[in-house]
């Protein structure tokens, strides 16, 4: 994608969200707790089935941390911001 492209699709996303290097989206969440961030995850990790699109998924203590581009072609396609507008609608829902 050009980064005009990314630019005008971001603006869609939560502002929490950052286009690193023009290359993938990365986000990071603040939880109350171990249990909390753990069933973040799980949830991502449904969409991201349901998708067939799978990010990268950082699990901490309090935080989880979202990595999404498109392997096949190392970078950022359509399909990441849809996936990454669905965590927003999830997070917004039930955290």
């Given amino acids: 994608m050009q980064p005009e492209e ?35 995850t799980n949830d991502i990790g449904e969409i991201a089935e349901a998708e067939g699109h799978h990010p990268n998924i950082e699990l901490t203590w309090g935080e989880v941390t979202v990595t999404i581009y498109t392997h096949k072609i190392d970078g950022l396609h359509k399909a990441d911001f ?11 829902k039930d955290y």
Avoid: G, M, Y
């Fill in 6 to 40: 990314i630019e005008e699709l971001i603006t869609d996303l939560h502002d929490d969200w950052d286009a690193v290097n023009d290359h993938h989206l990365k986000r990071s969440f603040d939880l109350a707790d171990f249990e909390e961030a753990l069933a973040l």
């Fill in 82 to 92: 849809v996936l990454a507008a669905k965590i927003d609608e999830l997070v917004e």
